[in-house]
């Protein structure tokens, strides 16, 4: 750590695994910064920028320097990780292990000591760098699954603070979740905030049942009673997106112009069918493929009126599974596109690539039809992003029922992701939709992506967070 001070003057301070920039060095030795992927990131950069809040993060590099910085109105503390702790807490523990075992195991967990002890020690360096900028009494904003022991240490460190926990990822049940080795040690991490947020109703209630069964913690309904006196709040916050930006780039000359752009570039097809994510075993992207697959070749579908443009965002690329993941992919396109494509027709345009957020909403205009069906998922933003995006209230979202965004979107042609046969039906159906069904669904769904954006989002739990009752025996005397 750079500063040896134990408070710093933030009233509000998020703490995430990842800043919002990541730091890129150059040939040239020459520091450029880079958007960071996910969803985390595009919720949470408005609400910073809106409060002059600071921000707690690793720069996306190694060693790197941990020298304070600002970035587009937001003010950057980075924590510095090893090659070695790069290896054993990010790629290791977090996405090692808690990733996979936190949806549902659709990929094996690892468990291993090693990546355990280090995910303890990249905690506790960031429990350090948060306690030293925050205010007296300050609010803490603790992210997401990499940093679920951050809460218990930064507590000890500053019993001042008001900390609140939210997790972008779905909470397993208890069954999964049980497996895990060092399970009481992350239930006693996270029963260090005040608030400890779900995207979903059931990973709130999951929380609350296993730290009754396992620590033995009195609980009634969503409030947990702990022996030191206070009480923690288990609450589910569905997350969401900055709708009058997206809303406003959506609209603007450019963006229509480069969505025209994209169509006659990809030979006007009659259905523009997109897929846009992290290229993630759990956004059930290579079945999406083979469903669509399946459809050109017994002919419910041709390549002369419909492409696919599938968006794998490049991630985790050093971990095994997402190699594996990618070679799969590249094989399934490959194949597709070979078997079914024609001259200037391919089946699947597919691009690995990043994108800047007005390119995303062009293709969000472009495409009839937005595929998003992971095998499990937190929230998922981008199904929530095509809806901002269409303004003429036509389009079609085909979406998996294992999304959080199902919670909500329920106009949507839904879909169990497992089910390839049905995944095909539904796509057809959206495909052969009549406008008028379409235009229904569409602005059902616009009045609830309205009706609540992220700003909603970060009030609702900021505003829950500065009421939690830190001791429940105060409360309770008469
Ligand atoms: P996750 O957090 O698991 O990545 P989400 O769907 O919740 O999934 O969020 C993904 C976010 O990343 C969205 O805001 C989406 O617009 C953005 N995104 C996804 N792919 C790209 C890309 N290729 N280029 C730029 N932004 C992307
Ligand atoms: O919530 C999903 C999430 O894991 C975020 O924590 C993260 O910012 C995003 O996906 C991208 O993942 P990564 O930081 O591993 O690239």
Not at 170 to 179: A, D, G, R, T, Y
Not at 259 to 281: H, T
Not at 355 to 382: F, H, K, Q, S
Request: proline residues 6%; glycine residues 8%; contains cysteine.
């Amino acid at each position: 750590m750079t500063s040896t001070r134990t408070q710093g003057d933030h009233d509000l301070v998020v703490v995430a695994n990842r800043l919002p920039v990541d730091r890129v060095v150059g040939e040239d030795g020459e520091t450029t910064w880079r958007r960071s992927p996910g969803g985390l990131v595009t919720a949470l950069e408005p609400i910073i920028q809106q409060y002059d809040g600071a921000w707690v993060g690793w720069d996306g590099g190694s060693d790197g320097p941990e020298e304070p910085l600002e970035q587009g109105g937001m003010h950057l503390f980075p924590v510095a990780l090893s090659p070695q702790e790069i290896e054993e807490f990010y790629e290791g523990f977090s996405n090692g292990t808690l990733w996979p075992l936190y949806h549902d195991v659709v990929a094996k967990p690892g468990f291993h000591r090693e990546w355990w002890d280090s995910y303890v020690t990249v905690n506790r360096r960031f429990a350090e760098r948060a306690a030293a900028e925050a205010a007296d009494k300050a609010l803490v904003w603790v992210q997401d699954y990499q940093l679920q022991l951050v809460p218990a240490m930064l507590r000890e460190l500053r019993p001042d603070l008001r900390i609140g926990f939210f997790l972008h990822i779905p909470f397993p049940p208890s069954e999964l979740f049980v497996q895990l080795p060092w399970r009481s040690q992350i239930l006693e991490g996270l029963l260090g905030a005040d608030l400890v947020g779900f995207q979903r109703r059931g990973g709130a209630q999951n929380f609350v049942r296993l730290v009754r069964q396992r620590l033995g913690h009195k609980t009634h309904k969503d409030l947990i009673y702990l022996e030191d006196g206070r009480t923690v709040a288990a609450e589910c916050f569905p997350i969401s997106i900055d709708v009058a930006e997206l809303e406003k780039l959506s609209v603007s000359d450019p963006v229509a112009e480069r969505a025209q752009q994209i169509r006659s570039q990809l030979g006007e097809p009659r259905k523009l069918l997109l897929g846009v994510d992290r290229l993630d075993y759990t956004k059930g992207i290579y079945d999406r493929l083979r469903a669509f697959g399946e459809l050109l070749e017994e002919g419910a579908l041709s390549v002369e009126d419909a492409v696919f443009v599938q968006v794998a965002t490049p991630s985790r690329e050093r971990v095994d599974e997402y190699r594996r993941l990618r070679d799969e992919i590249d094989r399934l396109v490959g194949r597709i596109n070979g078997d079914l494509g024609r001259i200037g027709r391919p089946a699947i345009s597919y691009l690995h690539s990043s994108y800047p957020r007005d390119e995303m909403a062009a293709l969000y205009r472009a495409a009839d039809i937005m595929v998003v069906t992971p095998l499990r998922d937190g929230m998922n933003l981008v199904a929530k992003e095509y809806v901002a995006c269409r303004h003429r209230d036509d389009g079609a979202l085909v979406l998996s029922e294992f999304a959080g965004a199902a919670d909500e979107l329920k106009q949507a042609f839904m879909v169990n992701p497992y089910d390839i046969n049905g995944m095909k039906a539904a796509i057809l159906e959206a495909v052969d939709a009549p406008p008028k069904d379409l235009t229904k669904r569409m602005k059902a769904m616009r009045k609830t992506v309205r009706s609540h954006d992220v700003s909603d989002w970060a009030e609702e739990f900021i505003g829950m967070l500065k009421q939690a009752r830190p001791d429940h025996r105060k409360r309770l005397r008469p």
